[in-house]
């Protein structure tokens, strides 16, 4: 009877045991809803980067994926990106085909989570008003960025910071329920930023409305209807092709024709290249910077407007 009662305690006491070990286990699994630290939260651009940044303040910890002076289809990857992404509690994405680069990083990862559709991932993309997105184009067969799906730039509309947001409290909400009314705080100072950047920005481009502008990549079809600019042409027959000579040609010819009055390149923009369409057309040639971080000036979401408005005002002059 002893062995047996003594069994049965030991037995009592195992699945005591495996009961707490499990409980443990969810528990550290969701350690970050509990307030077990800021929530690793890695990003693919850092314009998104930002945009989390001001949701979730100092709850949240933040690695961007795609330096911003850099062409943002065509990332280095690096060790330090891949222990980011297996540390992530959220990974947020531009989406669509912007990130050619993202499909391989994520299959060394290795975590469904992260996959497209996995638990883990906001895609930013949804439920924005996509441009270009039934025009037929060549589709990304080898994982090219080409903008099969729609322009994928659409974070140059500043107006579509508010559902990108509204996508990321709920996703931080998802991790860190109890954090909610922190983040609805935060995004509500954003849009007020934000809704004055606007009247800022409306206002100093209101004299330009109509202008025709060439563009060097096809980034600023989202900018340009937010302010009023006509993009009638870009360098790049197809987004990520470079131009033949004999297009070139014709361009140039259209440019002159058409009174184009400025050029529009990023900064990773061929320099060459960027001169001798302006030099052949008669355009001026302005760097807008595509992304936080792409001039000391643009060290928010806000800031790079400022900036980038700032610049094609004085271009546009």
Not at 55 to 75: M, T
Not at 129 to 139: C, G, I, M, N
Not at 295 to 313: I, K, S
Request: overall charge neutral.
């Amino acid at each position: 009877m002893a062995l047996r009662a003594l069994l049965g305690a030991a037995l009592v006491f195992w699945v005591v045991a495996a009961a707490w070990w499990v409980v443990a286990a969810a528990w550290w699994a969701a350690a970050p809803a509990w307030g077990g630290g800021p929530l690793a939260v890695v990003a693919t651009s850092t314009d998104l980067k930002a945009l989390v940044e001001e949701v979730g303040g100092d709850r949240v910890r933040v690695e961007g994926l795609a330096p911003p002076l850099a062409d943002p289809h065509a990332v280095e990857i690096k060790p330090g990106q891949i222990a980011a992404l297996r540390g992530a509690a959220l990974l947020v994405r531009v989406g669509l085909d912007h990130e050619p680069w993202l499909a391989g990083l994520l299959r060394t990862v290795g975590d469904a989570r992260l996959a497209p559709g996995g638990s883990s991932v906001l895609d930013c993309s949804k439920g924005i008003d996509l441009l270009q997105a039934v025009v037929a184009r060549v589709k990304p067969e080898r994982g090219d960025h080409v903008h099969g799906f729609g322009n994928t730039h659409y974070w140059l509309d500043p107006e579509n910071a508010r559902p990108i947001t509204a996508g990321i409290l709920e996703a931080l909400v998802r991790l860190a329920p109890s954090e909610r009314a922190y983040f609805e705080s935060r995004r509500a100072a954003f849009l007020t930023r934000l809704d004055a950047g606007l009247k800022r920005w409306t206002d100093a481009m209101g004299p330009y409305r109509g202008t025709k502008v060439v563009v060097v990549h096809e980034s600023w079809p989202y900018f340009a209807r937010r302010f009023g600019l006509q993009i009638v042409a870009a360098v790049e027959p197809v987004p990520g092709v470079p131009p033949s000579p004999a297009y070139l040609a014709t361009l140039t010819r259209q440019m002159k024709d058409g009174n184009v009055r400025v050029l529009i390149a990023e900064p990773y923009s061929s320099a060459a290249l960027v001169a001798r369409v302006a030099s052949l057309s008669g355009a001026r040639a302005v760097t807008l910077v595509a992304s936080v971080g792409g001039a000391p000036e643009a060290r928010d979401y806000v800031a790079l407007f400022d900036l980038d408005v700032a610049r094609l005002v004085e271009a546009l002059r």
